[in-house]
């Protein structure tokens, strides 16, 4: 599946991609930071939504398009440049008109990293 160009950018790659599970693996690099030199929270938020998108895209098939609607992710751990980060997402609810996905990130020792949620509309019709 195409991730488009900003998920690209962020050196995201897929290993798996089902409606059922999504994973990806990515790396922190340099022009994620904010100023005190760890991974910004953005980074985290956008690879949430980008996997989470691609499942229910996947689930949805070819009914409709989804489109996020809401994006709520929590920080655990500090990741610097260099470390290596896996996200999986599951779904957590599938209805008639919306998706709710979970993403767990976590590092090279499975520690946990980020945990985010983000709620789709399904776009059918």
Request: hydrophobic share 40%.
């Amino acid at each position: 599946m195409e991730l488009g160009p900003f998920a690209t950018s962020l050196g995201l790659t897929l290993t798996s991609a089902s409606g059922e599970e999504v994973v990806g693996d990515w790396r922190v690099t340099e022009v994620m930071l904010q100023p005190a030199g760890l991974l910004h929270g953005g980074v985290h938020c956008s690879v949430v939504e980008t996997l989470a998108s691609v499942g229910a895209s996947l689930w949805l098939g070819d009914r409709g398009h989804v489109v996020g609607v809401a994006n709520g992710t929590d920080f655990f751990r500090a990741s610097r440049p260099g470390d290596r980060l896996t996200s999986t997402a599951v779904p957590i609810h599938r209805g008639r008109s919306q998706q709710v996905w979970r993403v767990e990130t976590r590092d090279a020792d499975q520690q946990l990293v980020a945990m985010g949620q983000v709620r789709l509309q399904n776009l059918t019709g």
